[in-house]
């Protein structure tokens, strides 16, 4: 592995551990160059994905693209990281499960809603105000009251 410090070609490993439950590997590493310490993780990757986007672009499948997106919506939020990496981990075996090379960005976008709908409804409203791109106040309103999460019996004033 490449020391992202001084860009020396190997490093050593140091110590190494199970992750996210059983799902990956931690290894601490070393520069015998520069000395710099180091994380990595080592995941199994069973197929390469492909994400068809809307504009018909594609690109291949970035669980760390996945992983931002989502750290955005619970940016602030009471939700543990472990949690929040266990329903990453949770929907990169789906994906991965469905035996498809090549999906179109929805299916991810769903699988995404579902996860944060259960998991908190603020990084559900969030992920959604992004993800269905509301154009207007009404659409975004609309869709809350259809979800049940608008705001009901306050005065009208």
Request: proline share 5%; glycine share 6%; with cysteine.
């Given at each position: 592995?490449?020391c992202?410090?001084?860009?020396?070609?190997?490093?050593?490993?140091?110590?190494?551990?199970?992750?996210?439950?059983?799902?990956?590997?931690?290894?601490?590493?070393?520069?015998?160059?520069?000395?710099?310490?180091?994380?990595?993780?080592?995941?199994?990757?069973?197929?390469?994905?492909?994400?068809?986007?809307?504009?018909?672009?594609?690109?291949?499948?970035?669980?760390?693209k996945?992983?931002?997106?989502?750290?955005?919506?619970?940016?602030?939020?009471p939700?543990?990281?472990?949690?929040?990496?266990?329903m990453?981990?949770?929907?990169?075996?789906?994906?991965?499960?469905?035996?498809?090379?090549?999906?179109?960005?929805?299916?991810?976008?769903?699988?995404?809603?579902?996860?944060?709908?259960?998991?908190?409804?603020?990084?559900?409203?969030?992920?959604?105000?992004?993800y269905?791109?509301?154009?207007?106040?009404?659409?975004?309103?609309?869709?809350?009251?259809?979800?049940?999460?608008?705001?009901?019996?306050?005065?009208?004033?």
């Open positions: 592995m490449r992202p410090f001084c860009g020396h070609p190997e490093s050593q490993v140091k110590d190494s551990r199970p992750s996210d439950d059983g799902a990956a590997i931690r290894r601490r590493r070393s520069c015998p160059e520069c000395g710099g310490r180091f994380t990595t993780f080592e995941r199994v990757q069973l197929r390469e994905i492909t994400i068809l986007k809307r504009s018909g672009r594609r690109t291949p499948f970035d669980r760390d996945l992983a931002r997106s989502i750290a955005i919506a619970t940016r602030k939020r939700i543990e990281p472990d949690r929040i990496e266990r990453i981990s949770q929907i990169v075996r789906q994906l991965e499960s469905l035996g498809e090379t090549e999906l179109p960005s929805s299916v991810v976008g769903e699988m995404v809603m579902k996860q944060l709908k259960a998991l908190d409804d603020v990084a559900y409203v969030r992920y959604a105000s992004v269905r791109d509301f154009r207007e106040a009404a659409e975004f309103a609309t869709f809350l009251g259809r979800e049940g999460l608008s705001e009901s019996g306050e005065d009208d004033r």
